[in-house]
């Protein structure tokens, strides 16, 4: 869908919303606005959650223009209709909503907490995989955290969907009495002697995934040197 590809990762400011001209009401926050020489009007609304839905309609006989949000219906004078109504939604995405580092709600608490306790943020490295990105401990340039958008049957081939992931240093001694535990899973992308995946589906709180980022922070700190 449209609005879900241009509004992913994003949350909107209500407020922002308001001034820009969005009207509450029955839960949700509308917007209404007519483009291409006023022969159309998009409907566009917000529920409280965040979830942008919208509707374009032919303003000579009032009814929704179907085609918009049909993939497959192609031609010069769709695409001129789809485009259009694209910046119109990029227009309120850009005013009125703010961009998540990430698409799930634990993947964003744990980063925003590992920034509270290290004061390091994401690293987006890979242009080829913008939703993917480290943490490292600037002092020793090593990772120690890696948040990973993949497909669910990366690490689980009964499973299939999106899901982030966690990646995390560990004791190789621990990795495979761990691996023996409920939601532990072999690294993805990393060394699995010393590396572990746990996937951001709330099977562990916030305090379990902090414990675990902390023991992973702990290889990355420089070793103080014996005195003489």
């Known amino acids: 869908m449209i609005e879900e590809s241009i509004f992913k990762q994003y949350v909107p400011c209500f407020e922002k919303?308001?001034?820009?001209?969005?009207?509450?009401?029955e839960g949700r926050h509308s917007f209404k606005t007519c483009f291409?020489?006023?022969?159309?009007?998009?409907?566009?609304?917000?529920s409280e959650q965040g979830t942008v839905q919208g509707k374009v309609f032919d303003v000579?006989?009032?009814?929704?223009?179907?085609?918009?949000?049909?993939?497959?219906?192609?031609?010069?004078?769709?695409?001129?209709?789809?485009?259009?109504?694209k910046e119109i939604l990029l227009g309120i995405r850009?005013?009125?909503?703010?961009?998540?580092?990430?698409?799930?709600?634990?993947?964003?608490?744990?980063?925003n907490l590992i920034k509270a306790k290290y004061g390091d943020e994401p690293l987006f490295l890979w242009?080829?995989?913008?939703?993917c990105a480290v943490f490292k401990n600037l002092e020793t340039n090593k990772w120690y955290a890696a948040i990973l958008n993949i497909e669910h049957e990366k690490i689980d081939k009964s499973k299939s969907g999106e899901i982030e992931i966690l990646d995390i240093k560990a004791d190789p001694k621990d990795v495979q009495e761990l691996l023996q535990q409920d939601g532990f899973y072999p690294a993805y992308h990393m060394n699995k002697k010393s590396?572990?995946?746990?996937?951001?589906?709330?099977?562990?709180?916030?305090?379990?995934?902090?414990?675990?980022?902390?023991?992973?922070?702990?290889?990355?700190?420089?070793?103080?040197?014996n005195k003489k």
């Open 127 to 131: 242009d080829k995989y913008p939703d």
């Open 36 to 46: 291409y020489d006023k022969q159309f009007e998009a409907v566009i609304d917000v």
């Open 195 to 225: 590396w572990l995946t746990v996937i951001f589906d709330d099977s562990f709180s916030d305090e379990k995934l902090m414990e675990l980022i902390a023991k992973s922070y702990a290889f990355t700190v420089k070793k103080a040197r």
């Open 60 to 85: 000579a006989n009032n009814e929704e223009y179907l085609p918009l949000h049909i993939e497959s219906w192609q031609g010069t004078f769709v695409n001129e209709i789809r485009s259009a109504y």
């Open 17 to 25: 919303l308001k001034e820009y001209g969005f009207v509450q009401r």
């Open 94 to 111: 850009d005013r009125c909503f703010t961009k998540n580092y990430f698409i799930y709600p634990q993947s964003n608490r744990t980063a």
